[in-house]
Each structure stands twice: as C-alpha cells, then as structure tokens.
C-alpha cells in the first residue's frame, strides 16, 4: 500500500537531495552577491568606499541564511507531510 518505501523511490529521493542542496547554494549565493553588487554601486555613487559594500555584504548573508531556512524549512514540510498518510473515512 505505501508505495512510498522501497528500492523504487529511492532515485526519487537522491534527486530530492540534489535539487535542495544546489537550491540551497544557488539561494545563498545570489543574495550574497546582490548585497556585493547593491553596495559597490552606492559606494560608487556615494564615495563612501568600501562601508556601504560591506553593509550589502553583511545583509546578503543574513537574508541568505533566512532564505535558506525558509527552503530547508518547507522542504522538511513537505517531507513530513508525505510520511503522514491521509486519514481515511474509514478510520473515524
């Protein structure tokens, strides 16, 4: 009955895991630099080398951190959903 278990799902999984760990990186990656970018250009245009490029620094790794616990998050969501089986009309 729980197709879920099984030498059959098991490539199911192992590609899972490699979608969220690149999305993990890709997700850090990005804000990181966008705080790169977003601070150099004000630097740039402000003169106020390099403080406003550490400050984007600074803010690219705190919004990625929470974007990657908003992902790792929903991920285990998800997984514990799965694990929970529907309750049936029977069981009541």
Do not use: C, H
Not at 23 to 46: H, M, P, Q, T
Not at 56 to 79: A, D, H, M, N, P
């Amino acid at each position: 009955m729980r197709d879920k278990e099984g030498p059959n799902n098991r490539p199911r999984q192992v590609l899972k895991a490699i979608g969220i760990g690149s999305s993990i990186g890709a997700e850090f990656a990005v804000a990181v630099y966008l705080g790169f970018a977003v601070g150099r250009y004000g630097d740039s245009k402000l003169g106020t080398d390099p403080w406003l490029m550490l400050i984007g620094v600074i803010l690219g790794v705190v919004s990625g951190f929470f974007g990657v616990y908003y992902l790792v998050s929903t991920f285990f969501r998800e997984e514990t959903e799965e694990e929970v089986p529907p309750e049936s009309p029977q069981d009541r």
